[in-house]
């Protein structure tokens, strides 16, 4: 590990200053993915800007009859949440599948949501990597790529997103609450927050330099039947090979968003009324455009099985 300066900021508009000032500096949390890769020398920031004293470890009831849920909330407080349990199960069930208890206990809801590949390439630092050294290549294309992403991949990059939360995140339609270095507060919804690798899968968000994340915010509760279902290689501790968040209404309609497939929580909102159809019409559409390779394209027939699956249990009398 690469010797690095530590500031303990005091409020979020100090450690947005800070890390903005400075090219390279990071925020940290529970830093249980930045450690790692601190390391390992994949991420090598010359300041650290300790976010913990913030006071963003609150959930909140809003105006409008949702959550806010703060960047600092423990993985398992939230997932043990009351309010959380009862009225955004997927939320609950999806933080629940990811890693393991003593992470849980100390990884953040901004973290989970900014937590970097864990594609084999991006961890060697001696292949080649376009998400770790632009221009470098990427190793994964014509190499081993089971665990990774089948759609939305680019010739630049084949990486997957490894997080659980942000695929229940994106099925409930939330927002990413962020401080700006200017002091001007910012919403992104979570289907514009993560970014396509295209030609710079380096920049895999879109935060500003030194924007910090504050909260995320969950609009009032969808109801309906909130499941989420992650197919892995072992039963704890362990990233998806793929996985679906879905809320089933009554009617049958439903809101679907796929993990371990894509760069991003990958959700199709155009195709989700093809499911009145059935599931193949809706897969049609909702993976129109995917590129797997030999090594993984065994990932599209089992999300579609997965997503069968899931519908039928959710239909079945109890």
Same mark, same amino acid.
């Not at 409930?172 to 514009?192: F, H, K, M, N, S």
């Not at 155009?270 to 993976?287: H, I, K, M, R, T």
């Given at each position: 590990m690469k010797p690095f300066g530590y500031l303990r900021a005091r409020t979020p508009a100090e450690a947005a200053a %800070?890390?903005?000032?400075?090219?390279?500096?990071?925020?940290?949390?529970?830093?249980?993915?930045?450690?790692?890769?601190?390391?390992?020398?994949?991420?090598?920031?010359?300041?650290?800007?300790?976010?913990?004293?913030?006071?963003?470890?609150?959930?909140? %009831?809003?105006?409008?009859?949702?959550?806010?849920?703060?960047?600092?909330?423990?993985?398992?407080?939230?997932?043990?949440?009351?309010?959380?349990?009862?009225?955004?199960?997927?939320?609950?069930?999806?933080?629940?599948?990811?890693?393991?208890?003593?992470?849980r206990n100390r990884a953040t809801t901004a973290g989970n949501l900014l937590q970097r590949t864990r594609c084999p390439y991006f961890y060697d630092t001696r292949q080649p990597c376009n998400k770790r050294q632009p221009g470098s290549g990427c190793g994964a294309l014509g190499g081993v790529s089971r665990s990774l992403a089948v759609i939305g991949t680019s010739p630049a990059c084949i990486a997957q997103?490894?997080?659980?939360?942000?695929?229940?995140?994106?099925?409930?339609?939330?927002?990413?609450?962020?401080?700006?270095?200017?002091?001007?507060?910012?919403?992104?919804?979570?289907?514009?927050?993560h970014r396509l690798p295209g030609d710079t899968p380096h920049v895999e968000h879109t935060l500003a330099p030194g924007e910090l994340v504050t909260?995320?915010?969950?609009p009032p509760p969808a109801g309906g039947s909130q499941v989420y279902r992650k197919v892995r290689d072992r039963a704890s501790y362990a990233f998806a090979l793929v996985s679906v968040a879905a809320i089933?209404?009554?009617?049958?309609?439903?809101?679907?968003?796929?993990?371990?497939?894509?760069?991003?929580?990958?959700?199709?909102?155009?195709?989700?009324?093809?499911?009145?159809?059935?599931?193949?019409?809706?897969?049609?559409?909702?993976?129109?455009?995917?590129?797997?390779?030999?090594?993984?394209?065994?990932?599209?027939p089992l999300?579609?099985?997965?997503?069968a699956g899931l519908l039928h249990s959710v239909k079945a009398p109890a």
């Open positions: %800070a890390v903005a000032s400075q090219p390279g500096a990071r925020f940290i949390a529970g830093g249980t993915n930045l450690v790692d890769l601190m390391k390992l020398q994949i991420e090598t920031p010359g300041q650290l800007v300790d976010i913990n004293a913030l006071g963003l470890d609150r959930v909140e %009831a809003t105006r409008e009859g949702g959550l806010r849920i703060g960047a600092l909330v423990r993985n398992s407080d939230l997932a043990g949440h009351a309010t959380v349990r009862r009225d955004y199960a997927v939320l609950s069930r999806a933080l629940l599948a990811g890693a393991s208890g003593q992470l997103h490894p997080s659980d939360m942000a695929v229940a995140m994106r099925v409930l339609d939330a927002e990413v609450e962020t401080l700006q270095p200017d002091g001007r507060p910012r919403r992104i919804p979570i289907a514009d927050f909260a995320v915010l969950l089933v209404q009554r009617d049958g309609s439903a809101r679907l968003a796929f993990g371990g497939v894509a760069p991003k929580p990958w959700r199709v909102e155009a195709a989700e009324p093809l499911l009145a159809q059935g599931v193949g019409p809706y897969f049609s559409q909702a993976f129109a455009g995917a590129r797997p390779t030999p090594d993984n394209a065994f990932k599209l999300a579609q099985r997965t997503l």
